[in-house]
């Protein structure tokens, strides 16, 4: 037999796992097209097709589902059931997807506690978060409150990065539980569909990670149904064995949506079967979304302490350069204020041949080489990278270190070029195992996923720190402001020539006027 050929992990982005056909055996699932009609698909209740939803659930629970209607694609708790000749109860939930009524079944051991004291509860956890002054207290009050709410050994807060990787920036955990704190994790560990569907559906639970799915009978020739909202949605094989492989019993995760875009999860980890009931998977869903609006407040406080700081510093600047008769002759003098008003390693201010510098700056050769291909690469007025050798391939061959770039350019044909600089800054990264080494297809044709979660740091080189939206707002606020300046200046100096020549014409006008009254 011919062995498989390897594949990489990106491969997952291409599988169904919206359409799994099973669900987890911890519930049941019945489809229909209303609370009236006939049972066309079932998961858990073989004998439940072709049966009414009131033959199979009783009067109480159909009774339920119609008052619960209309429905949407959000699932909604209906209530709590105890099935005809059943020993135990049901928590009731139910969701429309593509016109199919779904309904989902989940059996509960222990009464639901009090409303009122479940509130309390989340209110009180909500508060603690909301209380944090900075992004890491919060995060961290967030992973506290939901282990204290799931009994989890391990609770994180995985936060994505640009790339699609993560990282764990705060973490609760018992203290036998191993640590992921601070630990990178590779994009393909939550392939790109995952990544959507978090923010479509954000709960997900996985009582017991060595469950045998439950397979969607149907009656006829049903198309597969979206299960993109069922909360027992049977989960890919591929996550499963990488749960396995981390030696993870249950999963619990919850999403934090951040102005409608997937920030982060709240991932939850326990080394043996641990179910979580509805209640307390709500009240972990809504402190997912009090650590999102909290994550929002602080960024926007952040950003507008920011801007007042530097809008006051540029103010006081320009006001320097206000009654300059050369502005760009002025703005020499000023070069060590501009790393006041952007955090640097060094800034230099261009005029020409005239080079002023302060700080951590390229040497001389190496200044013009960039400042020629800023002026020569048609970069309109404002330009940043912090990764200056992908930018400018040339640059790799510099021996300088600077790898951070903010230019502003008030006037690039005259070579008028304010620039700020950061110098590399290597990022020592830890990996919860080698995100380089390449997963393959197995012997039975499927997705494996990696083995590994032990610690691989990775020395990261090449690029300086950010630079931050804030920072790129002020150089694009300072441009703006000395432009206006430049050209007031212009003006002012135009006037000035046009006095004067106004003045001339009117001494020479009288000077004839004079001659021809003699």
Not at 70 to 89: F, I, K, N, T
Not at 212 to 233: F, I, K, T, V, Y
């Amino acid at each position: 037999m011919k062995a498989p050929s390897p594949v990489s992990l990106t491969a997952c982005d291409k599988e169904p796992i919206h359409i799994p056909g099973a669900i987890q055996p911890h519930g049941l699932l019945l489809v229909g097209q209303s609370p009236a009609g006939p049972i066309k698909q079932a998961a858990g209740m073989a004998a439940a097709l072709g049966k009414s939803f009131k033959e199979v659930l009783g009067e109480e629970a159909e009774d339920l589902l119609r008052q619960a209607e209309p429905m949407d694609e959000e699932p909604v708790y209906v209530g709590s059931v105890r099935l005809p000749e059943a020993e135990q109860d049901y928590d009731l939930l139910a969701h429309r997807a593509a016109g199919h009524l779904v309904v989902e079944l989940e059996s509960r051991k222990a009464p639901m506690p009090a409303a009122g004291a479940i509130l309390a509860e989340g209110r009180r956890a909500a508060a603690r978060i909301g209380a944090q002054a900075t992004v890491e207290g919060a995060c961290t009050a967030a992973a506290q409150e939901v282990r204290a709410l799931t009994g989890y050994d391990r609770v994180m807060i995985y936060r994505f990065l640009e790339d699609g990787s993560g990282s764990v920036i705060a973490e609760a955990k018992a203290d036998s539980a191993k640590t992921y704190l601070n630990h990178r994790f590779p994009a393909s560990d939550i392939p790109k569909q995952a990544r959507e569907l978090y923010v479509r559906n954000l709960t997900r639970v996985i009582p017991d990670v060595g469950y045998a799915a439950q397979p969607l009978l149907s009656l006829g020739d049903e198309s597969p149904l979206d299960m993109s909202n069922c909360l027992l949605r049977s989960i890919s094989p591929v996550h499963i064995q990488y749960l396995k492989n981390m030696e993870v019993g249950a999963s619990a995760s919850f999403s934090v949506v951040k102005d409608g875009a997937l920030w982060g999860l709240i991932a939850c980890h326990h080394p043996s079967r641990k179910p979580v009931p509805w209640e307390i998977r709500e009240t972990c869903s809504s402190l997912a979304q009090s650590l999102a609006h909290q994550l929002k407040a602080q960024e926007e406080a952040n950003r507008h302490a920011q801007l007042s700081a530097s809008s006051r510093r540029r103010d006081q600047l320009l006001a320097k350069l206000k009654s300059a008769l050369d502005v760009d002759a002025a703005l020499l003098d000023h070069c060590s204020e501009l790393r006041q008003l952007i955090d640097c390693d060094g800034a230099a201010v261009i005029r020409g041949g005239t080079v002023k510098t302060t700080g951590s700056v390229p040497p001389a050769r190496e200044l013009k080489a960039i400042v020629d291909w800023l002026v020569h690469t048609g970069e309109v007025h404002c330009f940043s990278t912090s990764k200056l050798g992908q930018a400018f391939p040339e640059a790799r061959n510099l021996e300088s270190g600077v790898k951070g770039v903010l230019a502003a350019v008030p006037d690039p044909e005259a070579r008028v070029l304010l620039l700020w600089f950061r110098l590399e800054e290597v990022e020592i990264v830890e990996w919860a195992g080698n995100p380089h080494k390449e997963d393959s297809l197995d012997a039975a044709a499927a997705l494996s996923p990696r083995r590994s979660f032990e610690t691989w740091t990775q020395s990261v080189t090449g690029s300086s720190r950010r630079w931050q939206i804030e920072e790129i707002e002020a150089a694009e606020a300072l441009l703006a402001g000395l432009i206006e300046l430049r050209q007031r200046r212009q003006l002012a100096d135009l006037n000035t020539q046009l006095e004067l020549a106004l003045a001339s014409e009117r001494k020479a006008l009288a000077k004839i006027q004079r001659l021809q009254a003699k």
